[in-house]
């Protein structure tokens, strides 16, 4: 990963220089309307049942792309460059937006960064799950701060004061409908919680990486799986996939999980050889083009999300 990131420093360099002036000329063509730009889907979903119409939306994430390899296109920053409030995740899969967002001139832009949101947790290496072949050096902090109920409540609030603070014909509007969005977000926090506490287990197996530690954290859940969540690896070792099949023996686990847009051949494996069932937990980085296309939500995904769980701690 960290090969990518040197050819992409390079290639932005290049692109905020040759597109600044650009930016500048474009500016005012937003019909009236804030311009809100989201890397990837969640916060993209928040926005939209914040601001609804009133807001021009972007999402730079691509429908059905991999988040944690995207690399921003010339017209990608330009979009940024032209944007009144920006959002990102802020951890590792992004470190290409500090680069950009130092190249320009953002006081006037408002910037919400939603690791800074929430009480970020450093990612952690389970029992039997197959770390990255090269270590990054320091601490990687978990950045998939979206997957607890209890930390979107607190993405949309800050959202909101951002879009609040640039837009104050329609603050209370604004207010009026993160206040109902909310509300949403807590009863299903309560719909996991009754979960949980009525579980007769509380250990999560992924075939798969696992992007839930905040999740897992909340409902004070347990978890193996193959790899980390923000792993780039796709290959299980012999030693992991036999370590998942064991525990999920051993503890009689009904259900082995895989997360969107993955190939599934690792739950399939692991559910072929143990009988356990194969099922999706989405944790929302993105959704494909054609879910895109229809609208689905955030609530409605992890809704979907609910008897899932359910099913896999009976």
Avoid at 60 to 81: N, R, V
Avoid at 130 to 152: F, I, L, R
Avoid at 183 to 204: H, M, P, V, Y
Avoid at 270 to 298: M, P, Q, R, V, Y
Wanted: glycine share 6%.
């Amino acid at each position: 990963m960290v090969k990518r990131f040197v050819f992409t420093s390079l290639i932005l360099c290049l692109s905020v220089c040759a597109l600044f002036a650009a930016g500048k000329k474009d500016a005012g063509t937003n019909n009236g309307k804030l311009k809100v730009v989201t890397v990837n889907f969640p916060p993209y979903d928040f926005v939209r049942a914040i601001a609804g119409d009133k807001v021009n939306l972007t999402m730079l994430l691509p429908p059905g792309a991999e988040s944690h390899s995207f690399d921003p296109a010339p017209k990608d920053i330009l979009t940024i460059q032209n944007c009144d409030v920006f959002i990102y995740t802020g951890g590792e899969s992004d470190a290409w937006v500090d680069r950009i967002l130092e190249s320009m001139d953002v006081s006037k832009k408002k910037i919400v960064r939603m690791m800074d949101a929430v009480d970020a947790v450093e990612e952690e290496i389970v029992e039997g799950m197959q770390a990255e072949e090269e270590e990054e050096e320091g601490a990687a902090y978990d950045e998939h701060v979206w997957t607890s109920p209890k930390n979107a409540v607190r993405i949309v609030r800050a959202i909101t004061a951002a879009l609040c603070g640039v837009d104050a014909v329609n603050a209370a509007l604004f207010r009026t409908n993160a206040d109902a969005y909310i509300k949403s977000l807590e009863e299903l926090d309560r719909e996991f919680q009754a979960i949980a506490a009525g579980a007769n287990r509380k250990t999560l197996v992924f075939g798969d990486r696992f992007p839930f530690r905040y999740f897992a954290d909340a409902y004070g859940l347990t978890y193996f799986a193959a790899f980390p969540g923000c792993s780039t690896e796709t290959e299980p070792s012999a030693a992991t996939v036999a370590f998942l099949i064991g525990k999920i023996k051993a503890e009689k686990i009904p259900a082995v999980f895989y997360i969107e847009l993955s190939n599934e051949k690792m739950a399939d494996a692991i559910a072929a050889e143990t009988g356990a069932k194969k099922l999706l937990l989405h944790a929302c980085h993105n959704i494909s083009k054609k879910d895109f296309e229809s609208g689905l939500t955030f609530l409605e995904i992890q809704k979907a999300n609910v008897p899932r769980l359910k099913e896999a701690l009976q």
